[in-house]
C-alpha cells in the first residue's frame, strides 16, 4: 500500500459525458501528479500541482483539468468524454516539488469506461 | 525531448533463470531513473531508482546500474521466481521548469513459469 488513494476505482461513462477522478496524496506529500495508462499511448504524464499551484503539464487534452485542493487532495475533471479517452488513470505524489531523485508513489488507478 | 526504450516483451523464463530487461534512455543533463513493477490489477510500485552516473539501484535481488557512457538502466536478477511475474517499466525523471515529471518506457512483461 503506497498511501495514496483513489477514488472511485471503476467508471463506466457515455460518450459526451463529464466525470471526476479523486485522489488524496500521501501524507505529507504536496506534489500531486496525474497520468494515463492506455494500450496504445503507453503511460503518459498529464500534469503536475504542488501545493495548490500547477508545476507542469505535459499531454493533458484541453478537455481535461485538474486542481490540488487546500487539504491537498486532487481531482481530475474529464469532459466531453470520447471513447479513446477510456483508460486507467493514476495519481502519484511526492514530498518535493521538482527533486530529480524524488520518488512518486502511485495510486492503485481509476479505470475509465466510456461506452 | 526525453524519451525510454525498453526490449520488447514478453519475456518468458523458467524459474531461477536469470533475467535482463534492457533499457536504453534520451535525456539532456542529468535524469534520475527508476524501474517500476505492475502486478496484475495494481498500481506501479517503485522497485529501485539511481539519481547519478554509476550508481547502483538494488531490492528484492533486482540490480540494475546508471551507465551515463551508454545512456542505459539494464534490470538484472539472478534466480527469478513465479512471484516476479509481471509488468517492468523503465523511466526517467529531470526537473525541468518549474516542475518534475516522469517519462516511462512502454513497459516489459516478465512470465515466469515452473
Known amino acids: 500500500d503506497s498511501g495514496v488513494t483513489q477514488t472511485p476505482k471503476h467508471l463506466i461513462t457515455a460518450t459526451g459525458q463529464r466525470v471526476t477522478l479523486r485522489c488524496s496524496p500521501r501524507s505529507g506529500d504536496l506534489s500531486v501528479y496525474w497520468y494515463q495508462q492506455s494500450l496504445d499511448q503507453g503511460l503518459q504524464f498529464l500534469i503536475q500541482y504542488y501545493n495548490g499551484e500547477e508545476r507542469a503539464k505535459g499531454n493533458i487534452l484541453e478537455r481535461f483539468s485538474a486542481q490540488q485542493f487546500p487539504d491537498l487532495h486532487s481531482e481530475l475533471n474529464l469532459s466531453s468524454l470520447e471513447l479513446g479517452d477510456s483508460a486507467l488513470y493514476f495519481c502519484a505524489s511526492s514530498p518535493l516539488l521538482a527533486g530529480g531523485g524524488d520518488t512518486q508513489y502511485f495510486g492503485p488507478g481509476t479505470r475509465l469506461t466510456v461506452l | 525531448g526525453d524519451s525510454v526504450t525498453q526490449m520488447e516483451g514478453p519475456v518468458t523464463l523458467s524459474e531461477e533463470a536469470f533475467l535482463t530487461i534492457n533499457c536504453t534512455y534520451t535525456a539532456t543533463g542529468y535524469p534520475s531513473l527508476f524501474w517500476y513493477v505492475q502486478y496484475p490489477g495494481e498500481g506501479l510500485q517503485l522497485l529501485l531508482k539511481?539519481?547519478?552516473?554509476?550508481d547502483k539501484g538494488s531490492n528484492k535481488g533486482f540490480e540494475a546500474t546508471y551507465r551515463k557512457e551508454t545512456t542505459s538502466f539494464h534490470l538484472e536478477k539472478g534466480s527469478v521466481q513465479v512471484s516476479d511475474s509481471a509488468v517492468y517499466f523503465c523511466a526517467l525523471s529531470r526537473v525541468t521548469g518549474g516542475g518534475n515529471k516522469l517519462t516511462f518506457g512502454t513497459g516489459t512483461q516478465l512470465k515466469v513459469e515452473l
Open positions: 539511481a539519481t547519478k552516473a554509476d
